[in-house]
């Protein structure tokens, strides 16, 4: 299973995906083109 979590952070919006192991994405939300690339719906 894939959690994920909005975080507010000095440099912006970040996201963040995880999973039972560990931390497996982050994405700046600003301007970014693959935002969550690889996160099923």
Known sequence: M????NY???LGEILL?????GLTGLWF?????HLGLG???
């Open 2 to 5: 894939i959690y994920t979590n």
């Open 8 to 10: 507010h952070s000095p």
């Open 17 to 21: 995906a995880a999973d039972d192991e």
């Open 39 to 41: 996160l099923s719906e």
């Open 29 to 33: 939300k600003e301007n970014q083109k």
